[in-house]
């Protein structure tokens, strides 16, 4: 390139110092040395110019060449998102298929487990509820026989104060004593069978709760989970409300 504008500037100087012609602006040059500039400018041009010409007088087919690749490249791309996005439909459903049968299978198995649990608790409860009972009849019966039994002796010890001129006052205090200690250990065991039987009572209603907790926990988790997969899996609790009160009935 500095060939170039070394010979273009030789031929500009050649131009400059050509003579004029009178009356006219024009001049002489000499034909000679100007071709030898110009045939200089053209060595010097670097090939790259003739190759951007070709690419001037071929950009037309560049061009529809560039927009065929285009449009090919758009049509595969579009061919691929196709694929893609049905392959990904399909492991979708899939997906939420495997998790719909999945969640059933939990349900039915907690539906299993928290009717295991209360038949479990119904049993509990009926052997607490005997055995508190059969404890209550023996505190009651030991209760009544030993009133019974202070009774017999206050009722003794009484008639034989009363035999007694001198000691009656006595014999009567002491009977009413003993019979209002009889009757006060009658309450006293009347009272320890009672808070027996609301203890065990008590103990097995806790049993019940924390059973009734834990399975409460379980459904909701459950129904939760549920409602995360959409509708189909709600509908498989069959109308119950998730809370696991419904257990119970």
């Known amino acids: 390139m500095y060939r170039v504008f070394e010979s273009l500037d030789a ?3 050649v131009v400059e110092e050509a003579r004029s012609v009178p009356m ?3 001049c002489v040059v000499p034909r000679g ?3 030898e500039l110009l045939d200089d400018v053209r060595e010097a041009l670097p090939g790259e110019l003739d190759d951007a010409q070709d690419v001037l007088d071929r950009r037309d087919e560049v061009i529809s060449e560039a927009e065929r690749e285009a449009e090919e490249a758009r049509s595969s791309a579009t061919e691929e998102a196709e694929q ?3 392959e990904a439909r399909a492991e979708a459903e899939r997906t939420i298929s495997e998790a719909r049968e999945e969640a059933e299978q939990m349900v039915a198995h907690a539906q299993h487990e928290a009717e295991r649990a209360i038949a479990d608790g119904r049993r509990q409860y009926t052997d607490l509820t005997d055995r508190a009972r059969d404890e209550a009849d023996r505190l ?3 209760g009544r026989a030993a009133h019974d039994r202070y009774v017999a002796d206050g009722q003794a010890e009484q008639a034989r104060l009363v035999s007694q001129t001198e000691v009656v006052r006595a014999a009567h205090a002491e009977a009413a004593r003993i019979v209002d200690a009889a009757d006060g250990e009658a309450d006293r065991l009347r009272r320890e069978c009672d ?7 008590a103990e097995f209603e806790d049993t019940l709760s924390k059973a009734l907790r834990t399975v409460t926990r379980g459904r909701s988790q459950l129904w939760r989970g549920g409602s995360s997969n959409g509708t189909a899996a709600g509908a498989s609790l069959n109308g119950r409300t998730g809370t696991g009160m419904d257990l119970i009935d």
């Open 33 to 35: 040395d100007v071709l």
């Open 24 to 26: 006219t602006a024009n």
């Open 11 to 13: 031929l500009v100087t």
């Open 140 to 142: 009651a019966h030991a």
């Open 195 to 201: 808070g027996y039987v609301d203890a065990k009572l």
């Open 84 to 86: 893609i996005l049905a």
